[in-house]
T-cell receptor
């Protein structure tokens, strides 16, 4: 399973766009990229997932360059309620064997949004 | 509100007690998971159930015993735990265990071992 590296923490202000970059240099051909958000005393929540290029949903965008060795989660116009830990994960598509269904969380990025 | 329900939300037990954590989902998901999360650390996978069969055990000590009675329920039986087992225990489910399926997490059981 590919190892991921993220900034430990980031600070932003309400209304700003926040970009969190994740490095995954040894990502494999069958690997996809997923981001989760976690608030204190709650379970992680799925945000977005992608394989290559750009993916957008109602809450975020995910940018993946052609070499797929990194990815960037973009949160438009953050609010105080976006203060949370954000995890980048890399996992196999249609994997078999011992890694089937296995997610490995990295250390995550603590995002703090200030008024 | 989460679609994965975990009970109890909090549990305090002694090292000689036997207790169980419960997890329930009604989304028709066929894969279910147990994670352990220590304070200020990421979740760590413990067990994966695929179509009600244990498919992954991440070398978890035998004092933790998972059980999947049916496709909607997942239990974690606890016996003779140690103080270092105090943590948030998270249950998750996904449509199937294949990669590419987002996992839906419950809000966990906060376990304290005296």
């Amino acid at each position: 399973l590919a190892k991921t590296t993220q900034p430990v923490s980031m600070d932003s202000y309400e209304g700003q766009e926040v970009n969190i970059t994740c490095s995954h240099n040894n990502i494999a051909t069958n690997d996809y990229i997923t981001w989760y958000q976690q608030f204190p005393s709650q379970g992680p929540r799925f945000i977005i997932q992608g394989y290559k290029t750009k993916v957008t949903n109602e809450v975020a965008s995910l940018f993946i360059p052609a070499d797929r060795k990194s990815s960037t989660l973009s949160l438009p116009r953050v609010s105080l309620s976006d203060t949370a830990v954000y995890y980048c994960l890399v996992g196999e598509i249609n994997a078999g064997g011992t890694s089937y269904g296995k997610l490995t969380f990295g250390q995550g990025t603590i995002l703090t949004v200030h008024p | 509100d989460t679609e994965v329900t975990q009970t109890p939300k909090h549990l305090v037990m002694g090292m000689t007690n036997k207790k169980s954590l419960k997890c329930e989902q009604h989304m028709g998901h066929r894969a279910m998971y147990w994670y352990k999360q220590k304070a200020k650390k990421p979740p760590e996978l413990m067990f994966v159930y695929s179509y009600e069969k244990l498919s992954i055990n991440e070398s978890v000590p035998s004092r933790f015993s998972p059980e999947c009675p049916n496709s909607s329920l997942l239990n974690l039986h606890l016996h003779a735990l140690q103080p270092e087992d105090s943590a948030l225990y998270l249950c998750a489910s996904s449509q199937d265990p294949g990669g590419g399926q987002p996992q839906h997490f419950g809000d966990g059981t906060r376990l304290s071992i005296l």
